[in-house]
């Protein structure tokens, strides 16, 4: 029945498996039309499989979530997740101001915010919306991600380092995305210009594309 099938799709989320979830997550549909949690559990699956068609899909199936639930928090941050992941910066902004509406409290209110500050370079705003994040669930990987990622921002690389230690533990990928970035994290040469630790020419602001973040 629809939740035998919402459990293993459930399972199949805690183990990544993101095509299997997505499969079971229709069938717990198929089996129970407007089931609410099957559909954003449905968008998230989509968004965690990193391709322009799952975000397109995720964006539907949130918005389907959306309709039969218009508080639903997660629903709203997997809509503007999906959107984030496409560029389409106008319709993040306004996902994602609403999970944060819906669940100021929340992890994921509080990510969403996040990135759009980063994104628009509001890096203080940044600090403090993942900070407020991991006050609420400090072993948020994604979280120490954005606020690694505001820290290098910021030019903080002593704070950014901190954030990398504690997603090493966390995750491991993760880890080496902010350490990618912090890479790049400029440094004043001989005449003046920004150029990269190694000594080459400064490369664009590794927090302002979308690739970065996997939520």
Same mark, same amino acid.
């Given at each position: 029945?629809?939740?035998?099938?919402?459990?293993?799709?459930?399972?199949?989320? +805690?183990?990544?498996?993101?095509?299997?979830?997505?499969?079971?997550?229709?069938?717990?549909?198929?089996?129970? %039309?407007?089931?609410?949690?099957?559909?954003?559990?449905?968008?998230?699956?989509?968004? $965690?499989? $990193?391709? %322009?068609?799952?975000?397109?899909?995720?964006?539907?199936?949130?918005?389907?979530?959306?309709?039969?639930?218009?508080?639903?928090?997660?629903?709203?941050?997997?809509?503007?997740?999906?959107?984030?992941?496409?560029?389409?910066?106008?319709?993040?902004?306004?996902?994602?101001?609403?999970?944060?509406?819906?669940? %100021?409290?929340?992890?994921?209110? $509080?990510?969403?915010?996040?990135?759009?500050? +980063?994104?628009?370079?509001?890096?203080?705003?940044?600090?403090?919306?993942?900070?407020?994040?991991?006050?609420?669930?400090?072993?948020? #990987?994604?979280?120490?991600?954005?606020?690694?990622?505001?820290?290098? #921002?910021?030019?903080?690389? #002593?704070?950014?380092?901190?954030?990398? $230690?504690?997603?090493?533990?966390?995750?491991?990928?993760?880890?080496?995305?902010?350490?990618?970035?912090?890479?790049?994290?400029?440094?004043?040469?001989?005449?003046?210009?920004?150029?990269?630790?190694?000594?080459?020419?400064?490369?664009?602001?590794?927090?302002?594309?979308?690739?970065?973040?996997?939520?």
């Amino acid at each position: 029945d629809s939740s035998w099938w919402f459990a293993r799709a459930e399972n199949d989320t +805690l183990a990544g498996k993101w095509v299997d979830a997505v499969k079971d997550y229709q069938e717990a549909i198929a089996h129970k %039309p407007g089931y609410v949690a099957a559909y954003v559990g449905l968008a998230q699956a989509y968004n $965690n499989q $990193n391709r %322009p068609g799952g975000y397109r899909a995720a964006i539907v199936a949130a918005q389907k979530a959306t309709s039969l639930s218009p508080k639903n928090m997660l629903a709203y941050y997997n809509l503007g997740a999906a959107y984030y992941k496409l560029n389409k910066w106008d319709d993040a902004q306004r996902a994602f101001d609403m999970a944060l509406k819906l669940g %100021p409290n929340s992890t994921e209110g $509080n990510i969403g915010a996040g990135l759009m500050h +980063l994104r628009f370079k509001r890096k203080t705003e940044a600090i403090k919306s993942f900070t407020a994040a991991l006050d609420i669930t400090p072993d948020s #990987a994604v979280g120490r991600l954005g606020l690694g990622m505001a820290y290098v #921002a910021n030019g903080d690389g #002593a704070h950014a380092l901190s954030q990398y $230690n504690l997603l090493q533990v966390l995750d491991a990928a993760m880890a080496s995305q902010l350490q990618q970035a912090m890479q790049q994290m400029p440094k004043s040469g001989t005449d003046g210009s920004a150029v990269n630790a190694d000594g080459s020419v400064k490369s664009k602001d590794p927090t302002k594309t979308s690739e970065h973040w996997p939520i």
